[in-house]
């Protein structure tokens, strides 16, 4: 079944010890979201590639980076994580230039920051 | 500014008892209007896209609607198993947007 895959599901880390989450998908699309959702809230889309172009959130901290190597590949790095940054992390993918543009999500990263 | 407010935050309702789920919304012309559900610790899983006022889609127990202003998720005879936080959210028809989120509701069913 074509998905999108998140590792690790859950990730332990120290405050200001980088940490890298992955994403891949399977589905061939073109457009690969990063989300942070905090408990009881909305996710918040932190930055979003269309293909190899970058789009950055203007609220989203510098603390936060993201590569993505290949279509099937993006990663999200938080370079000194923070107390404030533990959270889930949701990558979701879309194929732009379809009619529905609707957005598929991975199972999440669940970030413990100690 | 794009805003989806979404009513009650919180719903218990007993098996069987049907009911409805708001999701109010402001966005500058309307391209989409997408409902997901939540399981606890899970990604959300998409469940529908409404296009247009009017507008009406179903699945098993579920159904979507929409007019110019909120949609309503009904929710028929629900069974335990349809607990879960459900997310509405909205995209812009303007340029390539992205989605903005309401916080959701979170819907408990009783046996």
């Known amino acids: 079944d074509a998905m999108v895959i998140q590792n690790p599901r859950y990730q332990v880390t120290q405050f200001g010890k980088p940490v890298t989450l992955s994403c891949s998908q399977t589905?061939?699309?073109?457009?690969m979201y990063w989300y942070q959702q905090k408990s009881s809230q909305a996710p918040k889309l932190l930055f979003h590639y269309y293909d190899k172009d970058f789009n950055n959130e203007a609220d989203t901290p510098d603390n936060f980076q993201s590569r993505r190597p290949n279509t099937s590949f993006c990663f999200l790095d938080i370079r000194s994580p923070g107390l404030g940054d533990a959270a889930m992390y949701l990558c979701?993918?879309?194929?732009?230039?379809?009619?529905?543009?609707?957005?598929?999500f991975g199972p999440g990263t669940r970030l413990t920051v100690l | 500014e794009d805003q989806v407010t979404q009513s009650p935050e919180a719903l218990r309702l007993q098996e069987g008892e049907s009911s409805s789920l708001n999701c109010s919304y402001t966005?500058?012309?309307?391209?989409?209007l997408f409902w997901y559900r939540q399981d606890p610790g899970k990604g959300p899983e998409f469940l529908f896209t409404?296009?247009?006022a009017g507008e009406e889609k179903e699945k098993e127990r579920l159904k979507a609607t929409l007019t110019k202003k909120e949609s309503f998720l009904h929710i028929t005879a629900p069974k335990p198993e349809d607990s879960a936080t459900y997310l509405c959210a909205v995209q812009a028809a303007e340029g390539y947007s992205t989605l903005t989120f309401g916080k959701g509701t979170m819907l408990l069913v009783s046996p």
């Open positions: 589905l061939n699309h073109n457009v």
């Open positions: 979701a993918t879309s194929k732009k230039g379809t009619s529905t543009d609707t957005q598929y």
């Open positions: 409404l296009y247009s």
């Open positions: 966005v500058s012309g309307l391209r989409g």
